[in-house]
């Protein structure tokens, strides 16, 4: 606006100006004066020019900013729409989380009350039990008394009695049926609602799994016991008994009550040495451990059968060896794991496993826990190794790509035998290759150490 009003004011005075030069050809005796004034004129009118100029390139510019601030604003508009989303699915997360932690508490109570009720039926089916027993005897004396009164004509009072006696145990056999009919019907319940409190369960595990930072486990409940593992180039005494220990379990109870290095001879075989730990009351015998990255676990089948390692620091004790000790009977399989972030869990299986004949084959059963499920139950597990690969699935060989034998079925459910990476790797690649734990529902988390043990079944619950 001001760039018009100057050139308004600049106008007039260039009228007279052009009309003076003009007068000037025919009046060749122009003073001096004159002619300053003329060229004055001439400044001026290159200088609205250039003033004008410089306004159209103004203008421009106030365009092309209102423009970018229209898409600036625009953007924020989007922004601030997506964080509105995001904190809603972030509620109704935490309201669905409380509501099923409610149910899971709620199924608890009548969990418990259930099996006092169950205590109290059982009970008084031991009592009607021995009555029914008792019952008996009296109805076997008395087949006997009527076996000699079918020769001799019983009187009125006997028969009575005798018809008394067995309305007395019918009515007897009817109570106890009507009773194992509700503790069957209590047993059914209450594994209806075993079934769902682990269901619950699961569905609170992935829910914190979804709430997880990435390559960590959150908000990790306190365990009975703190997890344990060997410090790397901790000394490790190594103890020796006399006798034959078949496992570290049945040292424990003879009194070595100390976690190290020690001889075992499992059924009478040749002895061999074993790492045992001693945590919740008992021992157990240690077969892979991985603190720190020290040993390379890409190994050929030979060394995964026969062991490899330092049982003071990283080690796998060997197929072969674990196999002789669980053939003695039933065991459980407990794997512990610990994050970046010193986040520690575990989780327990009832296992079988198979001789050299089935590749080790290993079947497992979910016990317990504080992570979901990463290994396929009921199912037959070969162990397989890059040289000796018995799991080959789309011709994809599974030890090879991921570095490590382990017992693969699908090559992704987990790889605790991988090769040791560290959270800063963040290509698919590396980390598929690495150390971790994964869920069939969930994302990749790496791990930092890893523990796996077994120990009898008739260990009495601690979790």
Known sequence: MKIILVFLLIAPLALPARAEKDHSSFDSAVSPETKSRFAMLD??????????????GLKDFVHKTKGQMNDIFQKLYIFDKSFYELSLQTSEIKEEEEQLRQTTARLQINNEEIKNLSQEMNSKIEDLIQNKNQLQEQVWGLEDKVTKLAIIQ???????EISSIK????????????????????????DRQHNQIVELED????????????DSFMGEQTEPEAVSFPVHNATAVTYRSEGAAPDCTALYNSGMQASGVYSIRPNGSE?????????????????????????????????????????????WLGLNKTYSITKQGDYMLRIELQDWKDNKRHIQYAFSM??????YALQLSRISGSIPNALPEQTELRFSTADHDVN?????????????????????????????????????????KGLYWKPKRGRYYLLKSTKIMIHPTDLKSFD
């Open 354 to 359: 198979g001789g050299p004949e089935t590749d």
């Open 203 to 214: 569905k609170l595990n992935h829910i914190e799994l979804q709430e997880l930072t990435e």
């Open 271 to 315: 002895a061999f040495d074993v790492y045992c730990e001693m945590k919740f009351g008992t021992s157990w015998t240690v077969i892979q451990n991985r603190v720190d990255g020290s040993l390379d676990f890409n190994q050929t089948w030979d060394a995964y059968t026969n062991g490899f390692g330092d049982l003071s620091e990283e080690f």
């Open 154 to 160: 019983p009187s009125t009072q006997e028969t009575n």
């Open 43 to 56: 400044d001026v009118r290159i200088l609205a020019n250039g003033l004008l100029q410089l306004g159209h």
């Open 392 to 432: 080959t699935i789309n011709y994809f060989n599974c030890p090879e790509n991921y570095l490590g034998g382990w017992w693969h079925s699908e090559c992704e459910e987990t790889n605790l035998n991988g090769k040791y990476v560290a959270p800063r790797s963040r290509g698919r690649l590396d980390r598929t």
């Open 167 to 190: 309305a007395f145990v019918e009515q007897q056999d009817n109570d106890i049926k009507q009773l194992l009919k509700i503790v069957e019907a209590q047993h059914v319940q209450l």
